[in-house]
């Protein structure tokens, strides 16, 4: 199937097996046809007319190949990334395309290739590592555990008709998205300087989606200063009116996109708009009659998932006044023993800690500080054990947080 070949037979006994990175053009040879095999619709082998026009939105990334007596029988992309963990925004690793050839699978490919990879970027200095699971219980044995997916929201734009006679501050500009994409990521900068949770893609990757030409954008400003943002996408007259994220700094960017919404009363019957976990449109309008809700399947609709990849890399990040010493265990990156102390508002992190009152799992760390787990579902969910007072310890240094994920774009 590949350009370079099928794989072996399986059962040919021992063949060099190597990881390599490859970069520029070999990805039409290697990775590329085995992506394009498992994630798009898929007939015929494809050409390289049909794979290079990806190729300048991969020219960031990181993109390893497990070769076995020279034919790719596995590949996997890191797209390096930010994320706003509790109020600092760290590099993070975005995994993406993990393939294996179908007559390579079930035989350590993936699991190999993920810990290199994830090893190369913790060495970079990607303190955390992000992810959409085709499986999630397939990245829970390297560590990930699920976020919390954004919403939808479904309602009529006649719905918001009160507040075109609302007094608001402020005004929309409208324009494809193409011609606001610079503003657009400047305000993903922005977001990602404030919201808890909040990721921002490389600019390769975003190109892609100015490139693709399908949408336009709202703009939301007061005093010229930009308080809110969505992009669009109308699928006909009486159709739909489909909003990507929902993202603004305060209440007077919802409410100004909202009502440019309410502007497409006679053209659209419903609008759908994706907005962050946490949002609850109940509080928006008085009588907005809308449905929320969010549907978590596999592979179509997963929820978000992640993992720390250092526990030094977290010194700074804002945290409640516990101290505890924690023991991270089963995990090749951040394995050991660490003081973390908060008392100052900002986490404080010692190697080799004397005393010892959590054991953890990587996914256990994770959830604590990215503000998913409480220590009682990290008991419950069998992550990790507690002695003496390290439940109220770990709950005052990582409080609940609902972290802000969207896909990236
Ligand atoms: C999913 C996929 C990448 C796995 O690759 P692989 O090389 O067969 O995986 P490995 O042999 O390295 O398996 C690693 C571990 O995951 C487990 N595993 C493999 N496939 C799994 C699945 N579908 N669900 C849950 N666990 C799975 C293996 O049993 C193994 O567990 P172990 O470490 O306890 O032994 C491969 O089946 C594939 O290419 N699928 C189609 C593309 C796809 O869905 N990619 C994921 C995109 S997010």
Redesign the pocket.
């Given at each position: 199937m590949a350009a370079d070949g099928p794989a072996p037979p399986a059962g040919t006994g021992p063949t060099p097996v190597k990881i390599r990175e490859v970069t520029g053009d070999e990805r039409l040879t290697t990775s590329f046809p085995?992506q394009s095999y498992?994630?798009g619709p898929s007939s015929a082998p494809p050409t390289d007319e049909e794979l290079r026009p990806a190729l300048p939105y991969h020219e960031g990334n990181r993109t390893m190949v497990v070769q076995d007596a020279g034919v790719t029988v596995?590949a996997a992309s890191a797209i390096p990334m930010w994320q706003n963990l509790r109020g600092r925004v760290l590099d993070v690793a975005g995994v993406?395309?993990?393939?294996?050839?179908?007559l390579?699978?079930?035989?350590?490919?993936?699991?190999?290739?993920?810990h290199h990879l994830l090893g190369e970027m913790r060495q970079q200095g990607h303190v955390a590592s992000a992810?959409?699971?085709?499986?999630s219980?397939?990245?829970a044995?390297f560590g990930y555990l699920n976020l919390p997916k954004p919403r939808t929201v479904t309602f009529r734009p006649e719905d918001c008709a009160p507040l075109l006679k609302a007094d608001l501050p402020g005004d929309i500009t409208w324009r494809p998205f193409a011609d606001g994409y610079d503003d657009y990521r400047l305000f993903q900068r922005r977001l990602l300087d404030r919201r808890h949770g909040f990721a921002m893609p490389p600019e390769h990757q975003s190109a892609a989606a100015r490139d693709a030409g399908d949408r336009w954008l709202a703009t939301a400003r007061i005093d010229g200063e930009v308080v809110g943002m969505v992009t669009y996408r109308i699928d006909g007259q009486g159709g739909r009116l489909r909003a990507d994220d929902l993202l603004t700094v305060d209440a007077f960017g919802r409410a100004l996109l909202l009502r440019f919404f309410a502007l497409h009363v006679d053209q659209v019957s419903e609008v759908v708009l994706t907005v962050a976990a946490d949002e609850a449109p109940e509080l928006w309008l008085s009588d907005l009659t809308a449905r929320v809700e969010t549907v978590i399947s596999f592979?179509s609709a997963p929820p978000p998932m992640a993992r720390l990849l250092s526990v030094e890399g977290l010194r700074g990040v804002e945290a409640g006044p516990g101290r505890v010493g924690v023991e991270v265990v089963d995990d090749p990156f951040m394995a050991g023993r660490y003081r973390l102390d908060g008392a100052g508002g900002r986490l404080v992190v010692e190697p080799g800690a004397k005393r010892v009152s959590a054991v953890l799992t990587a996914a256990g760390l994770s959830g604590l500080v990215y503000g998913v787990l409480d220590p009682v579902d990290v008991l419950a969910r069998g992550l990790g054990t507690f002695a003496d007072d390290a439940v109220a310890q770990l709950r005052s240094l990582f409080p609940r947080a609902v972290p802000c994920v969207f896909p990236p774009r």
């Open positions: 085995l498992a994630f596995a993406a395309w993990v393939v294996t050839h179908p390579a699978r079930r035989r350590g490919h993936s699991r190999d290739l993920l992810l959409y699971p085709f499986r219980s397939f990245y044995r592979p």
